[in-house]
């Protein structure tokens, strides 16, 4: 079973940067894709980024094209998010998952082998 962890959240002024992290552990970690996905009070979960093991396929929703960039060190075993020209938007709490399959397979639906870190705040002033 694949647990995750993530951290780097925190506060920050408009067009400044954040790093969040996603620790995974488990077994099999090849086979799953890793992304971001984000949820504000009173919104629906959005997706965010995704990545496949090799880091050959990546996606990113909408709202991170240009701005964020998703990354995956497979020896550490963890994604990284590096958001740039953040927006108060972009406040949200900020959640790590995993799934087997391909990366459209994350950003868009979800399996017997989903996973869901707890999340990581990311507050952006005006």
């Known amino acids: 079973q694949v647990r995750l962890a993530e951290s780097g959240g925190g506060f920050v002024k408009s067009g400044g940067s954040l790093s969040l992290s996603c620790a995974a552990s488990?077994?099999?970690?090849?086979?799953?894709?890793m992304g971001w996905f984000r949820q504000a009070p009173g919104k629906e979960r959005e997706f965010v980024a995704a990545?496949?093991?090799?880091?050959?396929?990546?996606l990113y929703g909408d709202a991170a094209k240009g701005r964020f960039t998703i990354s995956r060190d497979k020896v550490k075993n963890t994604v990284t998010l590096q958001m740039n020209g953040l927006k108060p938007e972009d406040t949200a709490t900020y959640l790590c998952?995993?799934?087997?399959?391909?990366?459209?397979?994350?950003?868009?639906?979800?399996?017997?082998?989903?996973?869901w870190g707890q999340g990581t705040q990311v507050t952006v002033s005006s």
């Open positions: 990545i496949d093991w090799s880091g050959g396929s990546i």
């Open positions: 998952k995993a799934d087997r399959g391909s990366v459209p397979g994350l950003a868009y639906g979800s399996s017997e082998y989903t996973r």
């Open positions: 488990g077994s099999v970690l090849s086979a799953y894709a």
